[in-house]
Nanobody, 118 residues
Framework: QVQLVESGGGLVQPGGSLRLSCAAS????????MAWYRQAPGKQRELVAR???????NYADSVTGRFTISKDNAKNTVYLQMNSLKPEDTAVYYC????????????WGQGTQVTVSS
């Protein structure tokens, strides 16, 4: 059982920055992928950014150029650097891990609140 613990959320003004961290209880080097999702009130959970086993990444169009996902295998941690934050980025951000081949298991963190407001 993989445990994922997010941290780094909070209140920030528009145009500001935050860095989210997700610490995993397993060695993330072997994970198929890790990702950040978010869910705003009244909306569906959506993919924000994903980083694959080999290091390649993809992003939602709404955050491309502003957010950067990265990972530190030695620390079993994935990060989401968020710059030029907008009020519409306000949401609960969840860490996700996909593990296993061919049978895949998905794991989720408990979420961390990000609020962008003046």
């Amino acid at each position: 059982q993989v445990q994922l613990v997010e941290s780094g959320g909070g209140l920030v003004q528009p145009g500001g920055s935050l860095r989210l961290s997700c610490a995993a209880s397993w060695n993330i080097f072997s994970f198929n992928a890790m990702a950040w999702y978010r869910q705003a009130p009244g909306k569906q959970r959506e993919l924000v950014a994903r980083i694959f086993y080999g290091g390649s990444t993809n992003y939602a169009d709404s955050v491309t150029g502003r957010f950067t996902i990265s990972k530190d295998n030695a620390k079993n941690t994935v990060y989401l650097q968020m710059n030029s934050l907008k009020p519409e980025d306000t949401a609960v951000y969840y860490c996700h891990a996909q593990v296993g081949n061919p049978a895949v298991t998905n794991y989720w963190g408990q979420g961390t609140q990000v609020t962008v407001s003046s």
